[in-house]
T-cell receptor, first 112, second 111 residues
Framework: DSGVTQTPKHLITATGQRVTLRCSPR?????VYWYQQSLDQGLQFLIQ???????AKGNILERFSAQQFPDLHSELNLSSLELGDSALYFC???????????FGSGTRLTVV | EDQVTQSPEALRLQEGESSSLNCSYT??????LFWYRQDPGKGPEFLFT???AGEEKEKERLKATLTKKESFLHITAPKPEDSATYLC????????????FGTGTRLQVFP
């Protein structure tokens, strides 16, 4: 157990629907990162939150949004889902000092 | 733009056959270079962080080294349980904590 908790582990939904992925960071970590991993691509950075505020944005689609709550857990919202959104979505957290992160076990999203 | 290229894409080794994985990078001010191991369907697992050229770190059969342009992950006498995808990532210095990942090297070790 890495200390980063992601739910659900698996999600199957239809095109056009909306889903919410949840992440609880490791205790004491203020930063949360979301990554997307498709079969034909590596880990793609989506967005970072630090202590409740958006800190950095990557190649995140306008249909996707995220937020970090006062208890530091984060949610990634994916709407108007398309087949191409099927992927593994990872959350990671880190403390201060610019060290590497700890990843969760991911949510596997399948859009049918 | 920060970039990471890993080679080879895939590597098949006999148990006990040592080899090296390469990670070439371009980054504006390197804060750190990271190696992760990822098993199928699982999240990446942290292995090493290297901060400056010349630095080396070891863990069991793995040794990571860093130069100004690339990093190597040396695997000595690998075992089947070392089979996984090995990911390299860099963290730049321009006011960002994000990691930029390469696409990984898929390692298979056969008994």
């Amino acid at each position: 157990d890495s200390g980063v908790t992601q739910t659900p582990k698996h999600l199957i939904t239809a095109t056009g629907q909306r889903v919410t992925l949840r992440c609880s960071p490791r205790s004491g970590d203020l930063s949360v990162y979301w990554y997307q991993q498709s079969l034909d691509q590596g880990l793609q950075f989506l967005i970072q939150y630090y202590n409740g505020e958006e800190r950095a944005k990557g190649n995140i689609l306008e249909r996707f949004s995220a937020q970090q709550f006062p208890d530091l857990h984060s949610e990634l919202n994916l709407s108007s889902l398309e087949l191409g959104d099927s992927a593994l979505y990872f959350c990671a957290s880190s403390g201060t000092g610019g060290s590497g992160y700890t990843f969760g076990s991911g949510t596997r999203l399948t859009v049918v | 733009e920060d970039q990471v290229t890993q080679s080879p894409e895939a590597l098949r080794l006999q148990e006990g056959e040592s080899s090296s994985l390469n990670c070439s990078y371009t980054v504006s001010g390197l804060r750190g270079l990271f190696w992760y191991r990822q098993d199928p369907g699982k999240g990446p697992e942290f292995l090493f962080t290297l901060y400056s050229a010349g630095e080396e770190k070891e863990k069991e059969r793995l040794k990571a080294t860093l130069t100004k342009k690339e990093s190597f992950l040396h695997i000595t006498a690998p075992k089947p349980e070392d089979s996984a995808t090995y990911l390299c990532a860099v963290q730049g210095s321009y006011n960002t904590d994000k990691l930029i990942f390469g696409t990984g090297t898929r390692l298979q070790v056969f008994p």
